[in-house]
Every structure is written in C-alpha cells, then in structure tokens.
C-alpha cells in the first residue's frame, strides 16, 4: 500500500506540473527531505528557470481535514531536514490525501479521468520550529493552498521573482 501511494503521488505531482508547463527532476535519494524538485523554464523577474524541492506525502487519513487546515504529523528528523534555514532551494511539504482503500483511486471514461484525491502544500518556512526534545511536530497545512495548475504556477512565480516566504 505505501508504495502504491508514493508512485501515485508522484503521478499527481507530474501531472499537476506538466499541465503547469513544468518539470519534474527525481532524486535519487531522500538525504535531504525532499522527494522531488520542480522546475519551471520561465524567465521571470529575478530568475531564469527557478526550482524548488517537495517533500511529498500520501493519506488516506480523511479524519485530519479540520475547516481550515489538514493536520499532519512529522517527525523530528524529517521536518528538520525540510525547514533547515540554509537550504539553498526553496521547499515546500505536499500532502496527498487520496480515497479511503475501498475506493477507487481513479475513474476513467471518454469524459476524461477523475480522481477525489487532493494535496495541501505550506512553504517550509511557515511550518513552525519544534520543541527541543520533541520527536514530532504536528503541522497545519491550510486548506486554501490546494496544489493545482493556478497555485503550482503562482507558487513558481513568487520564487521567480525572488519571494520571500
């Protein structure tokens, strides 16, 4: 099951990203936190092809939907890799909640192909410190930052342009 729900995000993620005109660049390795980095080969403002690295996550945990925000837990070694305040890329934490293991993950027919899954990112820097001592951290991701086409690119823009977080 939880290789099924790593390809299966990647696959959202390349899919949310090709129809943004992005690209995806896979990692070998999880040393760093991050699962993937996307990229974009637009000039923007301050930068030619900006980047940034994703910590990608999947669930079927419906239960941590609140009204505002999806609740998920980290551990400490992870979340310290993500939020570390010398990374040189921007990074993000993607959070894929896909249908319960009795439903489908997909639907497809000649009106085109459906999925109830949806992810919830927060830009790594607003996802808090944790305790000293503490071995996770509860992170809210709100529900208004829904990874799609408009937010992947709005997202790529802010990094572009140089944003700060």
Known sequence: ???????????????????????????????????????????????????FELQLKCTTQHDRLRDAHFSWKMERDPFLKLTHGKRYNEAFLGVLVIPRDDEPLVQLSEEGLLSSSRMYWEHARLLGDISDGATSKTVHLPRTNLFDVVSLQSIMQRVGEGGVW
């Open 1 to 51: 099951m939880s290789a099924r729900q790593e390809q299966f995000s990647l696959a959202f993620v390349r899919m949310i990203a090709a129809a943004a005109g992005c690209s995806i660049k896979s990692h070998e390795t999880d040393y760093d936190g991050v699962d993937i980095t996307i990229a974009s080969s637009t000039e923007y403002e301050t930068y030619y092809c900006p980047q």
